[in-house]
Nanobody, 120 residues
Framework: QVQLVESGGGLVQPGGSLGLSCAAS????????MCWYRQAPGKQRELVAT???????NYGDSVKGRFTISRDNAKNTTYLQMNSLKPEDTAVYYC??????????????WGQGTQVTVSS
C-alpha cells in the first residue's frame, strides 16, 4: 500500500516562513513528478509547484520567487519551503505524486492535506 504523508503546517505571521514535507511510503518502484497543491475555503484547488524526477521545477505565478520545491529521491520525500508568506497563502496544502508500485501500474496519489494559516 503506497501512501503520502505530509507534515509541517501551522500558523505563521505575514512575512514569515514555513516548511512542508511529504514522504511517500510503501512498496514503491519509482516516483515520477511530485507536486504541491493548495485549496483555500471557497476556492478551487490550485497547483503551487511541481518537481520532476530529474529535478526540474515549475511554480504557480502567485508563489514564484517566494516558494521553493525540492525532493530527496533517496528518502522518497518532497519539500516545500515557503518564504515571505502572505495571508492569501492560507489554505490546506496537499502533496501529489505519480507513483509506480513494485507490483501493478502507476497511479496518482494524494496526501491527507496540512493546514497553513498566515495571520497576525
Amino acid at each position: 500500500q503506497v501512501q503520502l504523508v505530509e507534515s509541517g503546517g501551522g500558523l505563521v505571521q505575514p512575512g514569515g516562513s514555513l516548511g512542508l514535507s511529504c514522504a511517500a511510503s510503501g512498496s514503491i518502484f519509482s516516483i515520477y513528478a511530485m507536486c504541491w497543491y493548495r485549496q483555500a475555503p471557497g476556492k478551487q484547488r490550485e497547483l503551487v509547484a511541481t518537481i520532476t524526477s530529474g529535478g526540474s521545477t515549475n511554480y504557480g505565478d502567485s508563489v514564484k520567487g517566494r516558494f521553493t520545491i525540492s525532493r530527496d529521491n533517496a528518502k522518497n520525500t518532497t519539500y516545500l519551503q515557503m518564504n515571505s508568506l502572505k495571508p492569501e497563502d492560507t489554505a490546506v496544502y496537499y502533496c501529489n505524486a505519480g507513483i509506480r508500485a513494485k507490483i501493478g501500474a502507476a497511479y496518482d496519489y494524494w496526501g491527507q492535506g496540512t493546514q497553513v494559516t498566515v495571520s497576525s
